[in-house]
């Protein structure tokens, strides 16, 4: 919209943003304010609005047709004591240009006009891109914490890791990029580029990978069961939960199907405080067994470890999830996206009622599959974003001839 995209971030009302972007707490901010798609009268009004303190925005008719491109390049943020969801109408804006390959090297080059985008240099709704440029922000006074939720937005398969690029011309500007922790220059290929500002997105550390020795802070985190010792946490969790509390008899929480599933268990600092189990079939998996011990279930581990449950599921491909929810329980698991199972039957068992449910989820961009790298198929479970073992063995000449040189 402008070559000067910082000369806009805050507008004229607004004070300096104290959070590192990283840091930001969307549901803080959620609180107050609302974020969504525009639709393309509201947008020529938002972008109107605007001009009137954003010199050198450009013509609507460029904005309309970047939005018509990909919708999610333009979020509006409104107050929610203002916000009318039969007629939105945004109060700011936050915009990017997702930049598909040729579209990152013409910023690294500091050919992208940026005033009238070249449609073909972004990626459309349904491709990744390779940056994402910070087009421009009108966001005055508490709408500022609208970058927030919006980056919460950016964290959906398409865009999750994909780092942010942005300019800056004036001082205020490089003072507002410092402390939203982007860093001078970006490397982008074999180009540095000196005139941009980076945020990086690098894939975080996943939920169901979380756990590393604590010392004794209360962090709430959450690993994959791997080791004899693991599955012992799991069957100690368990009896406590099921067959100590609810009096479940032991062969039918212990019911075959421990050795065929894959474990997550949970920690409070460094002590196992919950477990659940995953199975795992031909176009779905199964959530199952979720325990928590009784000292432990004012914290939020219970939620960390659906959360990391479902990560996991998505990174191994799957797209749908099922599960028998004890009826008392629906709207725990409702929460996550599921939903009870048109034409499902109520069971019993364990004495306990228990209704079936399912949960539709979204295509991870990073699904392990055929054709994906083979060291990351051979990788430990829960341990693909990470070098393993046999990966680091393969630095090693191969000195053992092939059964077919051996025969001839």
Not at 140 to 163: C, Q, S, T
Not at 220 to 234: K, N, P, W
Not at 286 to 307: C, D, G, I, S
């Amino acid at each position: 919209m402008t070559e000067h995209p910082l000369e806009l971030v805050s507008g004229p009302r607004a004070g300096k943003p104290r959070h590192h972007l990283g840091e930001l707490d969307s549901s803080r901010f959620s609180k107050h304010l609302t974020v969504f798609r525009q639709d393309e009268k509201g947008l020529d009004a938002l972008t109107d609005k605007a001009r009137a303190s954003i010199p050198g925005l450009t013509s609507n008719s460029i904005v309309r047709g970047v939005w018509k491109h990909n919708q999610d390049a333009i979020w509006a943020i409104e107050r929610k004591r203002k916000f009318n969801p039969s007629a939105p109408a945004g109060e700011g804006f936050i915009a990017f240009l997702f930049l598909n390959k040729r579209g990152l090297y013409q910023l690294a080059t500091n050919t992208l006009d940026t005033q009238n985008p070249d449609l073909g240099l972004l990626a459309g709704p349904n491709e990744r891109p390779a940056g994402i440029y910070v087009w421009a922000v009108y966001a005055p006074g508490i709408l500022a914490g609208g970058v927030a939720p919006i980056l919460r937005e950016l964290d959906a398969p398409n865009y999750a890791g994909v780092d942010l690029y942005t300019r800056a011309v004036t001082p205020d500007g490089v003072r507002f990029l410092e402390t939203l922790g982007f860093r001078t220059g970006a490397k982008i290929g074999p180009i540095y580029a000196p005139h941009l500002y980076t945020f990086s997105r690098s894939p975080r550390t996943p939920l169901y990978d979380s756990y590393r020795n604590n010392s004794g802070n209360r962090a709430v985190t959450v690993t994959v069961a791997r080791t004899f010792e693991d599955l012992m946490r799991v069957a100690s969790l368990r009896s406590a939960v099921y067959i100590g509390e609810q009096e479940c008899p032991y062969e039918e929480e212990f019911d075959g199907n421990d050795l065929a599933a894959t474990h997550l268990i949970g920690y409070i600092g460094d002590e196992p405080a919950g477990c659940l189990r995953l199975r795992f079939f031909a176009d779905f998996a199964k959530v199952e067994r979720l325990a928590v011990r009784k000292e432990y279930r004012n914290t939020r581990l219970a939620f960390q470890m659906v959360r990391a449950g479902i990560e996991l599921c998505q990174i191994k491909g799957y797209r749908r999830l099922y599960g028998h929810a004890q009826k008392r329980l629906v709207n725990f698991w409702s929460r996550f996206g599921f939903k009870l199972f048109e034409g499902g039957q109520d069971l019993v068992f364990s004495d306990f009622d228990y209704v079936e449910m399912v949960a539709e989820l979204d295509r991870h961009h990073d699904a392990i599959r055929i054709g994906a790298d083979p060291y990351v198929i051979i990788r430990p479970e829960g341990r693909w974003h990470v070098p393993g073992i046999l990966e680091r063995s393969a630095t090693r000449a191969a000195t053992h001839a092939s059964m077919q040189e051996r025969v001839s």
